[in-house]
Protein backbone atom coordinates (compact mmCIF):
# COMPACT_ATOMS: atom_id res chain seq x y z
CA UNK A 1 0.00 0.00 0.00
CA UNK A 2 3.04 2.61 1.04
CA UNK A 3 4.20 1.74 -2.56
CA UNK A 4 1.45 3.17 -4.00
CA UNK A 5 1.36 5.79 -2.16
CA UNK A 6 4.75 6.82 -3.65
CA UNK A 7 3.95 6.06 -7.14
CA UNK A 8 0.64 8.39 -7.52
CA UNK A 9 3.09 10.58 -5.71
CA UNK A 10 2.78 14.00 -8.44
CA UNK A 11 5.72 14.88 -9.91
CA UNK A 12 6.13 18.54 -10.00
CA UNK A 13 8.05 20.80 -12.31
CA UNK A 14 8.98 24.22 -12.06
CA UNK A 15 5.93 27.17 -13.05
CA UNK A 16 6.71 29.38 -16.09
CA UNK A 17 4.12 31.55 -14.88
CA UNK A 18 5.73 35.08 -14.37
CA UNK A 19 7.38 35.14 -17.50
CA UNK A 20 6.35 38.49 -18.56
CA UNK A 21 4.52 39.63 -21.22
CA UNK A 22 5.98 40.59 -24.68
CA UNK A 23 7.56 43.86 -23.20
CA UNK A 24 9.34 41.62 -20.61
CA UNK A 25 7.00 43.18 -17.83
CA UNK A 26 5.96 40.08 -15.17
CA UNK A 27 2.50 39.64 -14.87
CA UNK A 28 2.06 38.99 -11.55
CA UNK A 29 3.00 40.93 -8.34
CA UNK A 30 3.43 38.40 -6.00
CA UNK A 31 6.39 36.25 -5.80
CA UNK A 32 6.15 32.42 -5.96
CA UNK A 33 7.51 30.18 -3.00
CA UNK A 34 11.06 30.17 -4.39
CA UNK A 35 11.78 33.20 -5.38
CA UNK A 36 10.66 34.78 -1.47
CA UNK A 37 13.68 32.28 -0.91
CA UNK A 38 16.03 33.33 -3.00
CA UNK A 39 15.32 37.32 -1.18
CA UNK A 40 15.46 36.22 2.22
CA UNK A 41 18.50 37.06 4.51
CA UNK A 42 21.23 33.98 4.87
CA UNK A 43 19.93 33.43 8.72
CA UNK A 44 16.54 33.13 7.82
CA UNK A 45 17.65 30.36 4.64
CA UNK A 46 19.79 28.63 7.32
CA UNK A 47 16.71 28.43 9.37
CA UNK A 48 14.45 27.45 6.52
CA UNK A 49 16.88 24.83 5.31
CA UNK A 50 17.19 23.27 8.68
CA UNK A 51 13.19 23.11 9.16
CA UNK A 52 13.22 21.20 5.86
CA UNK A 53 16.14 19.12 7.11
CA UNK A 54 14.49 18.25 10.51
CA UNK A 55 10.99 17.54 8.63
CA UNK A 56 12.97 15.22 6.13
CA UNK A 57 14.87 13.34 9.00
CA UNK A 58 11.27 12.38 10.63
CA UNK A 59 11.09 9.22 8.79
CA UNK A 60 11.73 7.74 4.99
CA UNK A 61 8.09 7.84 3.94
CA UNK A 62 7.88 11.77 3.87
CA UNK A 63 7.91 13.16 0.65
CA UNK A 64 8.38 17.02 -0.34
CA UNK A 65 6.13 18.62 -3.25
CA UNK A 66 7.78 22.03 -3.90
CA UNK A 67 4.43 23.60 -5.33
CA UNK A 68 3.82 28.11 -6.61
CA UNK A 69 3.23 29.70 -3.30
CA UNK A 70 4.43 26.82 -0.67
CA UNK A 71 6.33 23.65 0.02
CA UNK A 72 4.64 20.74 1.58
CA UNK A 73 5.66 17.58 2.78
CA UNK A 74 3.44 14.45 3.00
CA UNK A 75 3.51 11.42 4.61
CA UNK A 76 0.52 9.95 3.05
CA UNK A 77 -1.09 13.57 3.07
CA UNK A 78 0.27 16.66 3.58
CA UNK A 79 1.42 17.11 7.35
CA UNK A 80 2.87 20.58 6.95
CA UNK A 81 3.14 23.26 4.23
CA UNK A 82 5.91 25.89 4.70
CA UNK A 83 5.18 29.57 3.64
CA UNK A 84 7.95 32.42 3.69
CA UNK A 85 6.30 35.59 4.61
CA UNK A 86 7.87 38.90 5.45
CA UNK A 87 10.97 37.72 7.97
CA UNK A 88 9.56 34.65 8.93
CA UNK A 89 8.20 31.01 8.46
CA UNK A 90 4.94 30.09 8.40
CA UNK A 91 4.20 26.29 8.76
CA UNK A 92 0.71 25.20 8.38
CA UNK A 93 0.92 21.49 10.71
CA UNK A 94 -2.24 18.60 10.11
CA UNK A 95 -2.99 18.82 13.70
CA UNK A 96 -5.84 20.05 15.74
CA UNK A 97 -5.37 23.08 17.30
CA UNK A 98 -7.79 22.29 20.07
CA UNK A 99 -5.20 19.25 21.28
CA UNK A 100 -2.18 22.35 21.31
CA UNK A 101 -2.51 25.01 23.78
CA UNK A 102 -2.32 28.28 21.96
CA UNK A 103 0.55 30.63 22.49
CA UNK A 104 0.18 34.47 20.86
CA UNK A 105 2.37 35.01 18.01
CA UNK A 106 3.68 31.72 17.57
CA UNK A 107 0.55 29.56 17.60
CA UNK A 108 -3.03 30.34 15.91
CA UNK A 109 -5.75 27.95 15.28
CA UNK A 110 -6.96 28.45 11.26
CA UNK A 111 -10.01 26.33 10.95
CA UNK A 112 -11.90 29.16 9.97
CA UNK A 113 -9.45 31.23 8.34
CA UNK A 114 -8.26 30.53 4.31
CA UNK A 115 -4.70 30.09 3.63
CA UNK A 116 -2.73 28.31 1.14
CA UNK A 117 -1.63 24.78 1.67
CA UNK A 118 -3.34 22.77 4.38
CA UNK A 119 -2.97 21.92 8.16
CA UNK A 120 -5.50 23.63 11.00
CA UNK A 121 -2.48 24.56 13.03
CA UNK A 122 -0.37 27.90 12.37
CA UNK A 123 3.15 27.80 13.82
CA UNK A 124 5.29 31.28 13.19
CA UNK A 125 8.79 31.00 13.18
CA UNK A 126 10.79 34.13 13.28
CA UNK A 127 14.34 32.44 15.12
CA UNK A 128 16.09 29.63 16.60
CA UNK A 129 14.23 29.69 19.88
CA UNK A 130 10.56 29.53 17.66
CA UNK A 131 11.81 26.56 16.04
CA UNK A 132 12.63 24.61 18.90
CA UNK A 133 9.70 24.82 20.31
CA UNK A 134 7.69 23.38 16.90
CA UNK A 135 9.68 20.35 16.70
CA UNK A 136 7.63 18.60 19.51
CA UNK A 137 4.69 19.87 16.77
CA UNK A 138 6.11 18.73 14.21
CA UNK A 139 7.19 15.37 15.46
CA UNK A 140 3.36 15.29 16.48
CA UNK A 141 1.92 15.71 12.95
CA UNK A 142 4.50 13.06 11.74
CA UNK A 143 2.74 10.54 13.99
CA UNK A 144 -0.64 11.30 13.93
CA UNK A 145 -0.87 10.93 9.91
Not at 7 to 30: A, C, F, H, R, Y
Not at 49 to 56: G, N, Q
Not at 84 to 108: A, D, S
Amino acid sequence: MFLLEHLNTPIVKPIMENVGDENGIKNSTQKTHLEKLATISENMKNLYHSICDFIESLGDDIVSNQLKLYLAYKKVQNMVCIEICNKQIILFLKLNPETVELENGFTRDMRSIGHYGTGDLQITIKNVADFEKAKPLLQRAYNEI
